[in-house]
Protein backbone atom coordinates (compact mmCIF):
# COMPACT_ATOMS: atom_id res chain seq x y z
CA UNK A 1 0.00 0.00 0.00
CA UNK A 2 1.28 3.44 -0.62
CA UNK A 3 1.50 6.16 1.26
CA UNK A 4 -0.20 8.99 -1.50
CA UNK A 5 -3.61 10.04 -0.38
CA UNK A 6 -6.04 9.89 -3.20
CA UNK A 7 -9.07 10.80 -1.04
CA UNK A 8 -9.09 13.48 1.37
CA UNK A 9 -12.34 14.63 3.19
CA UNK A 10 -12.06 17.53 5.83
CA UNK A 11 -15.03 18.82 7.85
CA UNK A 12 -17.46 17.73 5.27
CA UNK A 13 -21.02 18.75 6.39
CA UNK A 14 -24.49 18.46 5.06
CA UNK A 15 -27.63 20.33 6.57
CA UNK A 16 -31.15 19.26 4.83
CA UNK A 17 -33.00 21.98 6.83
CA UNK A 18 -33.17 20.80 9.88
CA UNK A 19 -31.24 17.60 9.61
CA UNK A 20 -27.38 17.05 10.15
CA UNK A 21 -27.04 14.42 7.63
CA UNK A 22 -23.98 14.50 7.99
CA UNK A 23 -21.40 16.45 10.22
CA UNK A 24 -18.43 17.70 10.23
CA UNK A 25 -16.67 14.34 9.29
CA UNK A 26 -12.85 14.23 8.20
CA UNK A 27 -11.06 11.14 6.47
CA UNK A 28 -8.39 9.97 3.79
CA UNK A 29 -7.91 6.96 1.92
CA UNK A 30 -4.62 5.80 0.76
CA UNK A 31 -3.54 4.80 -2.82
CA UNK A 32 -4.19 0.58 -2.32
CA UNK A 33 -6.06 0.78 0.66
CA UNK A 34 -9.76 -0.19 0.84
CA UNK A 35 -11.69 1.32 3.30
CA UNK A 36 -15.79 0.24 4.86
CA UNK A 37 -17.85 3.07 5.63
CA UNK A 38 -20.04 1.48 7.67
CA UNK A 39 -22.75 2.29 9.86
CA UNK A 40 -26.85 2.14 10.33
CA UNK A 41 -29.21 2.95 7.92
CA UNK A 42 -29.32 7.14 7.64
CA UNK A 43 -25.84 7.41 8.99
CA UNK A 44 -25.34 9.08 6.37
CA UNK A 45 -22.84 6.91 4.04
CA UNK A 46 -24.71 7.34 0.79
CA UNK A 47 -24.96 11.11 1.46
CA UNK A 48 -21.16 11.12 1.81
CA UNK A 49 -20.84 9.38 -1.13
CA UNK A 50 -22.93 11.59 -3.32
CA UNK A 51 -20.50 14.54 -2.19
CA UNK A 52 -17.49 12.48 -3.38
CA UNK A 53 -19.17 11.84 -6.59
CA UNK A 54 -20.35 15.43 -7.14
CA UNK A 55 -23.82 15.27 -7.48
CA UNK A 56 -24.66 16.73 -3.91
CA UNK A 57 -23.22 20.01 -3.17
CA UNK A 58 -21.37 20.24 0.55
CA UNK A 59 -22.79 22.70 3.16
CA UNK A 60 -19.55 23.03 4.20
CA UNK A 61 -15.86 21.43 3.62
CA UNK A 62 -13.24 20.10 1.50
CA UNK A 63 -13.04 17.11 -1.13
CA UNK A 64 -9.60 16.32 -2.64
CA UNK A 65 -9.11 13.39 -4.97
CA UNK A 66 -5.28 13.38 -5.44
CA UNK A 67 -4.84 16.08 -4.65
CA UNK A 68 -6.75 18.24 -6.13
CA UNK A 69 -10.34 20.25 -5.02
CA UNK A 70 -13.48 18.48 -6.37
CA UNK A 71 -15.53 21.37 -5.98
CA UNK A 72 -13.55 23.54 -8.70
CA UNK A 73 -12.22 20.38 -10.67
CA UNK A 74 -15.70 18.43 -10.68
CA UNK A 75 -15.09 17.32 -14.71
CA UNK A 76 -11.17 16.79 -14.64
CA UNK A 77 -11.39 14.73 -11.21
CA UNK A 78 -14.59 12.96 -12.35
CA UNK A 79 -12.26 11.15 -14.82
CA UNK A 80 -10.56 9.33 -12.06
CA UNK A 81 -13.12 8.23 -9.90
CA UNK A 82 -16.25 6.03 -10.68
CA UNK A 83 -18.88 4.19 -8.84
CA UNK A 84 -21.08 1.10 -8.61
CA UNK A 85 -24.38 1.10 -6.65
CA UNK A 86 -27.39 -1.73 -6.16
CA UNK A 87 -29.61 1.94 -7.31
CA UNK A 88 -27.91 2.71 -9.90
CA UNK A 89 -28.24 0.26 -12.81
CA UNK A 90 -26.95 1.10 -16.28
CA UNK A 91 -29.68 1.09 -19.04
CA UNK A 92 -31.76 -1.82 -19.54
CA UNK A 93 -32.63 -0.98 -23.35
CA UNK A 94 -29.24 -0.57 -24.16
CA UNK A 95 -27.03 -3.73 -24.84
CA UNK A 96 -23.83 -4.61 -22.90
CA UNK A 97 -21.74 -3.71 -25.26
CA UNK A 98 -23.45 -0.23 -25.90
CA UNK A 99 -23.51 0.79 -22.05
CA UNK A 100 -19.38 0.47 -22.01
CA UNK A 101 -19.34 2.19 -24.96
CA UNK A 102 -21.58 5.26 -24.15
CA UNK A 103 -19.73 5.18 -20.51
CA UNK A 104 -16.23 4.49 -22.19
CA UNK A 105 -16.85 7.88 -24.37
CA UNK A 106 -18.24 9.96 -21.58
CA UNK A 107 -15.07 8.79 -19.29
CA UNK A 108 -12.65 9.89 -22.16
CA UNK A 109 -11.54 5.77 -22.89
CA UNK A 110 -8.30 6.09 -25.14
CA UNK A 111 -8.40 2.73 -27.18
CA UNK A 112 -12.29 2.26 -26.17
CA UNK A 113 -13.13 -0.93 -27.99
CA UNK A 114 -9.93 -2.91 -26.95
CA UNK A 115 -11.28 -2.15 -23.83
CA UNK A 116 -14.41 -2.86 -23.40
CA UNK A 117 -12.90 -6.36 -25.18
CA UNK A 118 -10.41 -6.99 -22.29
CA UNK A 119 -13.73 -6.48 -19.89
CA UNK A 120 -16.34 -8.45 -21.15
CA UNK A 121 -13.54 -11.12 -21.39
CA UNK A 122 -12.72 -9.95 -17.70
CA UNK A 123 -16.06 -10.46 -16.07
CA UNK A 124 -17.10 -13.12 -18.56
CA UNK A 125 -19.43 -11.22 -20.33
CA UNK A 126 -18.18 -11.75 -23.65
CA UNK A 127 -21.59 -14.24 -24.58
CA UNK A 128 -23.78 -11.37 -23.46
CA UNK A 129 -21.96 -8.45 -25.44
CA UNK A 130 -25.29 -8.32 -27.70
CA UNK A 131 -27.86 -9.22 -24.70
CA UNK A 132 -30.11 -6.19 -23.54
CA UNK A 133 -29.00 -5.37 -20.02
CA UNK A 134 -32.45 -5.56 -18.71
CA UNK A 135 -32.44 -8.88 -19.19
CA UNK A 136 -29.24 -9.79 -17.57
CA UNK A 137 -29.40 -11.76 -13.89
CA UNK A 138 -28.49 -9.59 -11.19
CA UNK A 139 -25.04 -11.56 -11.05
CA UNK A 140 -24.60 -10.29 -14.54
CA UNK A 141 -26.10 -6.91 -14.20
CA UNK A 142 -23.25 -6.58 -11.37
CA UNK A 143 -20.87 -7.81 -13.01
CA UNK A 144 -21.50 -5.19 -15.86
CA UNK A 145 -21.97 -2.60 -13.44
CA UNK A 146 -18.71 -3.21 -11.90
CA UNK A 147 -17.51 -3.55 -15.31
CA UNK A 148 -18.37 -0.20 -15.99
CA UNK A 149 -17.02 1.26 -12.56
CA UNK A 150 -13.92 0.20 -13.70
CA UNK A 151 -13.93 1.15 -17.58
CA UNK A 152 -11.86 4.18 -16.75
CA UNK A 153 -9.28 2.40 -14.67
CA UNK A 154 -9.98 4.96 -12.19
CA UNK A 155 -7.82 5.66 -8.96
CA UNK A 156 -10.85 5.72 -6.56
CA UNK A 157 -13.79 3.59 -7.02
CA UNK A 158 -17.09 3.88 -4.64
CA UNK A 159 -19.07 1.38 -4.20
CA UNK A 160 -22.18 1.26 -2.20
CA UNK A 161 -23.55 -2.02 -1.55
CA UNK A 162 -22.08 -3.39 -4.34
CA UNK A 163 -23.15 -7.19 -3.47
CA UNK A 164 -26.71 -6.20 -2.10
CA UNK A 165 -29.02 -9.09 -3.31
CA UNK A 166 -26.40 -11.38 -4.78
CA UNK A 167 -25.58 -15.02 -3.88
CA UNK A 168 -22.81 -15.34 -1.93
CA UNK A 169 -21.28 -17.56 -4.53
CA UNK A 170 -21.40 -14.36 -6.97
CA UNK A 171 -20.59 -12.25 -4.19
CA UNK A 172 -17.66 -13.94 -3.66
CA UNK A 173 -16.68 -13.33 -7.44
CA UNK A 174 -17.19 -9.83 -7.03
CA UNK A 175 -15.72 -9.04 -4.09
CA UNK A 176 -12.42 -11.16 -5.56
CA UNK A 177 -12.36 -8.99 -9.04
CA UNK A 178 -12.35 -5.49 -6.70
CA UNK A 179 -9.60 -6.78 -4.88
CA UNK A 180 -7.49 -8.21 -7.81
CA UNK A 181 -8.14 -4.91 -9.20
CA UNK A 182 -6.84 -2.64 -6.40
CA UNK A 183 -3.99 -5.26 -6.41
CA UNK A 184 -3.31 -4.15 -10.25
CA UNK A 185 -3.46 -0.47 -10.09
CA UNK A 186 -3.11 0.79 -6.55
CA UNK A 187 -6.76 2.51 -6.59
CA UNK A 188 -8.20 2.94 -3.54
CA UNK A 189 -11.32 1.69 -2.96
CA UNK A 190 -14.46 3.60 -0.45
CA UNK A 191 -16.78 0.53 0.08
CA UNK A 192 -20.08 0.12 1.80
CA UNK A 193 -21.97 -2.86 2.69
CA UNK A 194 -24.15 -4.53 5.89
CA UNK A 195 -22.54 -7.35 5.36
CA UNK A 196 -20.16 -7.46 8.21
CA UNK A 197 -17.97 -10.87 6.81
CA UNK A 198 -17.96 -9.44 3.69
CA UNK A 199 -16.33 -6.08 5.14
CA UNK A 200 -13.88 -7.87 7.44
CA UNK A 201 -12.60 -10.07 4.60
CA UNK A 202 -11.92 -6.97 2.04
CA UNK A 203 -11.25 -4.00 3.92
CA UNK A 204 -7.88 -2.81 5.05
CA UNK A 205 -9.51 -0.60 7.25
CA UNK A 206 -13.28 0.39 8.48
CA UNK A 207 -14.83 3.98 9.54
CA UNK A 208 -18.28 3.69 11.39
CA UNK A 209 -20.73 6.82 11.03
CA UNK A 210 -24.03 7.43 13.04
CA UNK A 211 -26.02 10.11 13.12
CA UNK A 212 -23.91 11.57 10.12
CA UNK A 213 -20.82 11.57 12.35
CA UNK A 214 -17.77 9.53 12.41
CA UNK A 215 -17.42 7.44 15.67
CA UNK A 216 -14.88 5.13 14.78
CA UNK A 217 -12.54 3.71 12.70
CA UNK A 218 -9.96 0.95 12.63
CA UNK A 219 -8.38 -1.93 11.35
CA UNK A 220 -11.92 -4.48 11.05
CA UNK A 221 -9.48 -7.56 12.45
CA UNK A 222 -8.73 -5.84 15.33
CA UNK A 223 -11.13 -3.33 16.12
CA UNK A 224 -13.88 -5.46 17.92
CA UNK A 225 -11.70 -6.46 20.27
CA UNK A 226 -10.49 -3.47 21.37
CA UNK A 227 -14.31 -2.39 22.39
CA UNK A 228 -15.13 -5.68 23.60
CA UNK A 229 -17.02 -7.01 21.21
CA UNK A 230 -17.09 -10.61 19.46
CA UNK A 231 -16.86 -9.79 16.22
CA UNK A 232 -17.31 -6.58 13.17
CA UNK A 233 -20.93 -7.74 13.47
CA UNK A 234 -21.35 -7.01 17.35
CA UNK A 235 -19.43 -4.06 17.27
CA UNK A 236 -21.62 -2.81 13.92
CA UNK A 237 -25.13 -3.49 16.44
CA UNK A 238 -23.73 -1.66 19.42
CA UNK A 239 -22.72 1.66 17.27
CA UNK A 240 -26.43 1.23 15.69
CA UNK A 241 -28.05 0.69 19.06
CA UNK A 242 -25.70 2.83 21.43
CA UNK A 243 -23.99 5.63 19.20
CA UNK A 244 -23.20 7.32 22.12
CA UNK A 245 -21.37 4.99 24.13
CA UNK A 246 -18.78 5.59 21.16
CA UNK A 247 -18.90 9.19 20.98
CA UNK A 248 -15.97 10.93 21.15
CA UNK B 1 -16.84 21.10 -23.93
CA UNK B 2 -15.98 17.64 -24.91
CA UNK B 3 -17.38 16.68 -28.03
CA UNK B 4 -16.92 12.86 -27.16
CA UNK B 5 -19.08 13.16 -24.44
CA UNK B 6 -21.70 15.31 -26.41
CA UNK B 7 -21.75 12.25 -28.94
CA UNK B 8 -22.19 9.93 -26.08
CA UNK B 9 -25.41 11.41 -24.98
CA UNK B 10 -26.76 11.38 -28.82
CA UNK B 11 -25.38 7.51 -29.88
CA UNK B 12 -27.19 6.60 -26.35
CA UNK B 13 -30.59 7.76 -27.95
CA UNK B 14 -29.64 6.65 -31.64
CA UNK B 15 -28.99 3.07 -29.68
CA UNK B 16 -32.67 2.87 -28.31
CA UNK B 17 -33.95 3.26 -32.34
CA UNK B 18 -31.01 0.92 -33.56
CA UNK B 19 -32.87 -1.70 -30.79
CA UNK B 20 -36.24 -1.37 -31.25
CA UNK B 21 -37.14 -0.36 -34.52
CA UNK B 22 -40.75 0.01 -32.89
CA UNK B 23 -39.89 3.63 -31.69
CA UNK B 24 -39.20 4.32 -35.71
CA UNK B 25 -42.96 3.24 -36.32
CA UNK B 26 -44.37 5.12 -33.74
CA UNK B 27 -42.52 8.31 -35.41
CA UNK B 28 -43.57 7.61 -38.70
CA UNK B 29 -47.08 6.78 -38.06
CA UNK B 30 -47.93 10.11 -37.05
CA UNK B 31 -46.40 11.75 -39.86
CA UNK B 32 -48.59 9.54 -42.25
CA UNK B 33 -51.65 10.32 -40.17
CA UNK B 34 -50.88 14.48 -39.73
CA UNK B 35 -50.37 14.52 -43.37
CA UNK B 36 -53.29 12.61 -45.04
CA UNK B 37 -55.82 13.84 -42.20
CA UNK B 38 -54.60 17.02 -42.90
CA UNK B 39 -54.40 17.12 -46.25
CA UNK B 40 -58.19 15.24 -47.17
CA UNK B 41 -59.62 18.05 -45.33
CA UNK B 42 -57.36 20.85 -46.87
CA UNK B 43 -58.08 19.33 -50.16
CA UNK B 44 -62.34 18.97 -48.91
CA UNK B 45 -62.03 22.91 -48.19
CA UNK B 46 -60.27 23.81 -51.69
CA UNK B 47 -63.84 23.09 -52.96
CA UNK B 48 -65.31 26.03 -51.03
CA UNK B 49 -62.36 28.50 -51.66
CA UNK B 50 -62.05 30.57 -54.47
CA UNK B 51 -59.79 29.21 -57.23
CA UNK B 52 -56.90 31.69 -56.35
CA UNK B 53 -56.67 30.12 -52.94
CA UNK B 54 -55.25 26.58 -52.58
CA UNK B 55 -56.22 25.21 -48.75
CA UNK B 56 -53.54 22.51 -49.35
CA UNK B 57 -50.71 25.06 -49.71
CA UNK B 58 -51.69 26.54 -46.69
CA UNK B 59 -52.74 24.54 -44.38
CA UNK B 60 -49.79 21.58 -45.46
CA UNK B 61 -47.09 23.96 -45.22
CA UNK B 62 -48.05 25.11 -41.99
CA UNK B 63 -48.23 21.24 -40.20
CA UNK B 64 -45.35 20.24 -41.71
CA UNK B 65 -43.42 23.53 -39.99
CA UNK B 66 -45.04 23.32 -36.93
CA UNK B 67 -44.70 19.75 -36.87
CA UNK B 68 -40.93 20.24 -37.42
CA UNK B 69 -41.21 22.58 -34.09
CA UNK B 70 -42.72 19.94 -32.05
CA UNK B 71 -40.97 17.13 -32.68
CA UNK B 72 -37.84 19.18 -31.93
CA UNK B 73 -39.42 20.37 -28.09
CA UNK B 74 -40.50 17.00 -27.50
CA UNK B 75 -37.20 15.22 -29.16
CA UNK B 76 -35.25 17.15 -25.97
CA UNK B 77 -37.50 16.73 -23.61
CA UNK B 78 -38.17 12.67 -24.22
CA UNK B 79 -34.56 11.99 -25.13
CA UNK B 80 -34.23 13.67 -20.66
CA UNK B 81 -36.83 11.17 -20.22
CA UNK B 82 -35.51 8.30 -21.40
CA UNK B 83 -32.30 8.72 -19.00
CA UNK B 84 -35.02 8.97 -15.79
CA UNK B 85 -37.04 6.34 -17.25
CA UNK B 86 -33.75 4.28 -17.02
CA UNK B 87 -32.82 5.11 -14.09
CA UNK B 88 -29.73 6.70 -15.91
CA UNK B 89 -29.50 9.77 -14.46
CA UNK B 90 -26.73 9.40 -11.45
CA UNK B 91 -24.55 7.61 -13.78
CA UNK B 92 -24.09 10.13 -16.30
CA UNK B 93 -24.41 13.00 -13.78
CA UNK B 94 -21.33 11.32 -11.83
CA UNK B 95 -19.29 10.59 -15.00
CA UNK B 96 -17.66 13.79 -16.49
CA UNK B 97 -20.57 15.13 -18.29
CA UNK B 98 -21.14 18.57 -18.04
CA UNK B 99 -24.68 19.74 -18.14
CA UNK B 100 -24.48 21.93 -21.22
CA UNK B 101 -22.94 18.68 -23.03
CA UNK B 102 -25.98 17.19 -21.70
CA UNK B 103 -28.06 19.62 -23.42
CA UNK B 104 -26.26 19.87 -26.69
CA UNK B 105 -26.62 16.00 -26.34
CA UNK B 106 -30.42 15.80 -26.07
CA UNK B 107 -30.38 18.38 -28.66
CA UNK B 108 -28.73 17.28 -31.61
CA UNK B 109 -30.64 13.87 -30.77
CA UNK B 110 -33.84 15.88 -31.80
CA UNK B 111 -32.49 17.75 -34.22
CA UNK B 112 -32.06 14.37 -36.37
CA UNK B 113 -34.99 12.92 -35.12
CA UNK B 114 -37.10 16.35 -36.63
CA UNK B 115 -35.11 16.55 -39.94
CA UNK B 116 -35.72 12.97 -40.40
CA UNK B 117 -39.74 13.60 -39.55
CA UNK B 118 -39.42 16.95 -41.69
CA UNK B 119 -38.36 15.02 -44.85
CA UNK B 120 -40.20 12.16 -44.57
CA UNK B 121 -43.02 14.99 -44.05
CA UNK B 122 -42.21 16.90 -47.49
CA UNK B 123 -41.60 13.59 -49.50
CA UNK B 124 -45.46 12.31 -48.46
CA UNK B 125 -47.13 15.48 -48.74
CA UNK B 126 -45.57 15.83 -52.32
CA UNK B 127 -46.22 12.16 -53.15
CA UNK B 128 -49.92 12.40 -51.94
CA UNK B 129 -50.82 15.72 -52.62
CA UNK B 130 -48.40 17.29 -54.90
CA UNK B 131 -47.49 20.13 -52.37
CA UNK B 132 -43.68 21.11 -52.32
CA UNK B 133 -42.39 22.32 -49.62
CA UNK B 134 -39.65 23.86 -50.27
CA UNK B 135 -41.43 25.92 -53.62
CA UNK B 136 -41.51 29.01 -51.86
CA UNK B 137 -37.07 28.74 -51.65
CA UNK B 138 -34.35 29.03 -49.80
CA UNK B 139 -35.97 31.30 -47.59
CA UNK B 140 -37.49 29.14 -45.83
CA UNK B 141 -34.58 27.64 -43.61
CA UNK B 142 -33.84 30.85 -42.19
CA UNK B 143 -37.75 30.89 -40.90
CA UNK B 144 -36.68 27.46 -39.48
CA UNK B 145 -33.97 28.05 -37.81
CA UNK B 146 -35.88 30.11 -35.59
CA UNK B 147 -38.51 27.61 -34.95
CA UNK B 148 -35.61 25.11 -34.42
CA UNK B 149 -34.44 27.71 -31.24
CA UNK B 150 -37.65 28.54 -29.98
CA UNK B 151 -38.59 24.60 -30.02
CA UNK B 152 -35.47 24.14 -28.58
CA UNK B 153 -36.14 26.31 -25.32
CA UNK B 154 -38.85 25.28 -25.05
CA UNK B 155 -37.79 21.52 -24.72
CA UNK B 156 -35.02 22.92 -22.11
CA UNK B 157 -37.70 25.03 -19.98
CA UNK B 158 -39.68 21.06 -20.04
CA UNK B 159 -36.45 19.87 -18.96
CA UNK B 160 -35.83 21.99 -16.24
CA UNK B 161 -39.87 21.70 -15.27
CA UNK B 162 -39.30 17.52 -14.70
CA UNK B 163 -35.67 18.42 -13.35
CA UNK B 164 -37.33 20.77 -10.87
CA UNK B 165 -40.79 18.73 -10.17
CA UNK B 166 -40.10 15.12 -11.00
CA UNK B 167 -41.36 13.18 -14.03
CA UNK B 168 -45.05 13.45 -13.07
CA UNK B 169 -44.27 16.80 -14.77
CA UNK B 170 -43.81 15.40 -18.17
CA UNK B 171 -47.98 16.06 -19.09
CA UNK B 172 -47.25 19.11 -19.50
CA UNK B 173 -44.76 19.08 -22.14
CA UNK B 174 -47.59 17.26 -24.42
CA UNK B 175 -49.38 20.27 -24.91
CA UNK B 176 -47.01 23.38 -25.60
CA UNK B 177 -47.46 23.01 -28.59
CA UNK B 178 -50.90 22.60 -29.40
CA UNK B 179 -51.67 25.56 -26.64
CA UNK B 180 -48.59 27.29 -28.29
CA UNK B 181 -50.52 26.70 -31.99
CA UNK B 182 -53.32 28.72 -31.05
CA UNK B 183 -51.11 31.88 -30.60
CA UNK B 184 -48.51 31.34 -33.19
CA UNK B 185 -51.17 32.00 -36.25
CA UNK B 186 -50.22 28.86 -37.91
CA UNK B 187 -53.24 27.79 -39.42
CA UNK B 188 -54.61 31.63 -39.35
CA UNK B 189 -53.28 35.13 -39.61
CA UNK B 190 -53.08 36.65 -36.16
CA UNK B 191 -54.98 38.75 -37.19
CA UNK B 192 -58.42 36.62 -36.98
CA UNK B 193 -57.64 36.52 -33.05
CA UNK B 194 -59.03 39.27 -30.73
CA UNK B 195 -56.83 42.15 -29.71
CA UNK B 196 -55.95 40.95 -26.14
CA UNK B 197 -54.49 37.60 -27.82
CA UNK B 198 -52.39 39.34 -30.89
CA UNK B 199 -50.77 41.11 -28.03
CA UNK B 200 -49.71 37.52 -26.30
CA UNK B 201 -49.13 36.45 -30.31
CA UNK B 202 -46.38 38.99 -30.30
CA UNK B 203 -43.95 37.65 -28.20
CA UNK B 204 -43.96 34.03 -29.99
CA UNK B 205 -40.92 33.62 -31.61
CA UNK B 206 -42.96 31.27 -34.02
CA UNK B 207 -46.14 34.00 -34.83
CA UNK B 208 -43.36 35.82 -36.92
CA UNK B 209 -42.32 32.82 -39.00
CA UNK B 210 -45.80 31.68 -39.51
CA UNK B 211 -47.09 35.19 -40.41
CA UNK B 212 -44.29 35.63 -43.18
CA UNK B 213 -44.35 32.37 -44.93
CA UNK B 214 -48.59 32.48 -45.57
CA UNK B 215 -47.83 36.22 -47.05
CA UNK B 216 -45.62 34.11 -49.47
CA UNK B 217 -47.62 31.89 -49.73
CA UNK B 218 -50.36 34.64 -51.80
CA UNK B 219 -52.49 35.50 -49.09
CA UNK B 220 -53.10 39.38 -48.80
CA UNK B 221 -50.83 40.33 -45.81
CA UNK B 222 -48.28 43.04 -45.81
CA UNK B 223 -44.85 41.49 -45.30
CA UNK B 224 -41.47 42.70 -44.36
CA UNK B 225 -39.84 39.66 -44.04
CA UNK B 226 -36.56 41.09 -42.74
CA UNK B 227 -38.37 42.58 -39.69
CA UNK B 228 -40.46 39.60 -39.36
CA UNK B 229 -36.97 37.68 -39.17
CA UNK B 230 -35.27 39.79 -36.83
CA UNK B 231 -37.91 40.14 -34.72
CA UNK B 232 -38.24 36.63 -34.53
CA UNK B 233 -35.02 35.28 -34.43
CA UNK B 234 -33.89 37.78 -31.91
CA UNK B 235 -37.10 36.93 -29.49
CA UNK B 236 -35.96 33.14 -29.74
CA UNK B 237 -32.55 33.26 -28.86
CA UNK B 238 -33.91 36.10 -25.64
CA UNK B 239 -36.08 32.42 -25.27
CA UNK B 240 -33.30 30.35 -25.47
CA UNK B 241 -30.52 32.05 -22.97
CA UNK B 242 -33.39 32.82 -20.53
CA UNK B 243 -34.49 28.65 -20.63
CA UNK B 244 -30.76 27.18 -20.75
CA UNK B 245 -30.15 30.10 -17.15
CA UNK B 246 -33.40 28.67 -15.50
CA UNK B 247 -32.20 24.92 -16.57
CA UNK B 248 -29.16 25.33 -14.84
CA UNK B 249 -30.63 27.27 -11.87
CA UNK B 250 -32.92 24.32 -11.41
CA UNK B 251 -29.86 22.06 -11.90
CA UNK B 252 -27.99 23.52 -8.93
CA UNK B 253 -30.99 24.07 -6.60
CA UNK B 254 -30.73 20.17 -7.01
CA UNK B 255 -27.42 19.55 -6.31
CA UNK B 256 -27.43 21.83 -3.07
CA UNK B 257 -31.04 19.85 -1.74
CA UNK B 258 -30.02 16.30 -2.90
CA UNK B 259 -33.01 16.02 -5.66
CA UNK B 260 -30.27 15.44 -7.94
CA UNK B 261 -28.81 12.64 -6.73
CA UNK B 262 -32.50 10.85 -4.97
CA UNK B 263 -34.08 11.74 -9.07
CA UNK B 264 -35.42 8.60 -10.12
CA UNK B 265 -38.57 7.96 -12.19
CA UNK B 266 -40.90 7.56 -8.88
CA UNK B 267 -39.91 11.14 -7.66
Redesign the interface.
Same mark, same amino acid.
Given at each position: MSEKIVLKVSNLAKQYQELRAVDNISFSIKAGEIVGLLGPNGAGKTTTINMILGILEPSAGLIEISGKDLKNNRCQVSRQINFSAVYAQLPGNLTVRQNLYIFGLLYGVRNLKARIDFLLKDFALEKFSKTRTGLLSSGEASRLNLAKAVINKPYLLLLDEPTASLDPSIAQIIRQKIKTYVNQTGSAVLWTSHNMAEITDVCDRVIFMSHGRILLSGDPKTLPAEHDKKDLEELFIAVAREPLSFDK | M /?L??I??VF??QI??FK??PVRLVAVFLWIFIDIILWGFISKYLSTFGAATFSFVNAVLGAIILWDFLGRIQQGVMTAFL??IW???F????? /????IKEYVVGLVATSLATGLVGFLAMAVLAGLAFGYNVFKIGLIILPFMLILFIFAVAMGIFMTAIILRFGPSAEWLGWPIPFAMSVFAGVFYPISTLPGALQILSKIIPASYVFESLRGLGGTTLNLNLLTNFFVGFILAVFYLVIMYIFLIMIY?RN????Q??RFSAES
Open positions: - | /STRYAIRFLGNEDSQNINFFT /SPLKRLKNGLS
